[in-house]
């Protein structure tokens, strides 16, 4: 993969890979889980989808103030680990409703978001160290 200069936000990989997961979680996961989960566990998933990339957008704005950074990088980690469990709970208990393979993809793509996270914070680090 090459690399390509980040100009702003939407240059990040780990950004695109976020919208994706909640483009993926707002029209193909929420909409099949029964209603009496719709002020519950759907307005959780909506609003931890959604955070992800927001704090990205957010974040990069102070991305020459490390600490700041780093703490919105933190916290995306964070809700990408609630969004692993909230599509956990999917599949243990409504996997009559949803698409289990398609949880399990959305998962993944979280954890990987994880991982893309932490090597980007180390990155960014060593980078502007060398300033």
Not at 17 to 23: E, F, I, P, S, T
Not at 40 to 54: T, Y
Request: proline share 3%; with cysteine.
């Amino acid at each position: 993969m090459e690399n390509r200069p980040i100009k702003n936000f939407t240059d990040l990989i780990v950004y695109q890979n976020l919208y994706r997961a909640m483009v993926l979680v707002i029209t193909k996961v929420l909409p099949t889980l029964p209603k009496e989960e719709k002020f519950d566990l759907v307005d959780q998933m909506r609003r931890a989808s959604k955070a992800g990339p927001a704090l990205l957008a957010e974040g990069f704005a102070k991305r020459y103030q490390i600490r700041q950074w780093r703490k919105y990088l933190n916290d995306t980690v964070g809700e990408c680990n609630e969004m692993i469990h909230h599509l956990s709970v999917c599949i243990d208990i409504y996997g009559e409703f949803v698409d289990k393979m398609m949880c399990r993809e959305i998962m993944d793509l979280y954890d990987k978001s994880c991982k893309q996270i932490t090597k980007l914070g180390q990155a960014w680090k060593d980078y502007h160290d060398k300033d």
